[in-house]
């Protein structure tokens, strides 16, 4: 007999709540962020402008990442942007990325009157397909952004080579994976242009906020800055407005916790590693499959996500999410959602400028096409994939407790 789930009045098989990025059970925000928020107060400069945290933290991450160029913004969807406007697309030019990604991804695109293009996902890893985008490419494509989604480096070599041969220009969005590497090579310094997120739930956090980073290569410059700061060389003293740009400055208050958690940042990360090891391990032999992380990369899970397979269960996936969640399980049926990024109304039914339509309608724009299925694998993935909100703060036994509450609602539900 299978044990009575919760969902149906039976105990939980997670007695307490699971630590959760959503407040201090599972943040590691303390005293140090205490400190450096209090020198910043003291000092009454909150702006870039007159304080230096910002400076700081742009440079501890430069030098993290071995990059010359950092930049803060004040979002992940802020720093893609800033990434857009450096390479300046035409109305109608075309930006290939997943449609497994948040819509901060595609926000920029449509705000700068590009065209997103999605490209496919592998069905194990979840990653852009490197074969879909070389088949999406068209005489109006300019760019290609790269999420690493859950955590999970994307096939980089494959996609560098695939831009090389069609003179591409590739932006990782590293939102959701903070000192993932390929081979060694941290995600972020692959692509001409690494973009992050410090979101509440990111593996560090500033709140809201964001850093861009690239090599310099001859080409980055100052205009990289100018792109976050009203196109405004401020280097070069008085006031100048050089071409269209948003004001994304991070403040001085975001700086300083930013600085105190990008040192806690590396023991964040193995913890999350750590747990999420000992979850897989766990899962081994129950009807689930983990999403797959390519061989040679480390992944630094965002999410924990899995697989269900639907027709060996008896009731609906919706269902077992259910379940689960009254079991204790923290999680979620898809990312970005049930369907993916072109299955929203800002981009299915073009809710963007007024109701131009634009970029859509512009008569530059080609090639759109945001119809059922154009995406078969990843909207598949979107109904299949159940993804956990994972943390730093995850105890020793609480994955395996993880383990037994999945296997507990699928043991019920098997058909
Ligand atoms: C993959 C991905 N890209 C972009 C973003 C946008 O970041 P933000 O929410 O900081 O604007 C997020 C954040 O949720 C994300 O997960």
New binding site residues.
Partial sequence: MPAQLAIDGGSPAIGERLPSIRDASGRSLGAEEMEQLREVIESGSLSFLYGGKTQEFETAFAELYGVEHAVSVS??????HTALLYLNPEPGDEVILSPI??M??AIPILSQLAIPVFADVDRDTQAIDPRSIEEKITDRTRAIIV?H?YGNPADMDAIMAIAARHDLFVIE?C??ALLATDKGRLCGTMGDIGCF???Q??HMTTG???MVIAREDGRFGRRLRQCADKGWPRDQGGRNHLFLAPNYHMTELQAAVGLAQLRKLPGMVERRIHSAGQLTAALQGLDVEPVRIREGTTGTF?FYGFRLFPERLGVPVPQVMKALQAEGVDGFIGYPGPIPLYKYPVIRDHKTFGNSGWPFTLACARNWNYADAICPVAEQACRETVCMWWTEGFSQEQPQQIAAAIAKVLDAYRR
């Fill in positions: 979002s992940g969807t802020a720093a893609l990604t948040d901060g991804t999420t989604i969005d939102a959701q997120s410090f979101q739930s990111k809201d906020g964001g965002f």
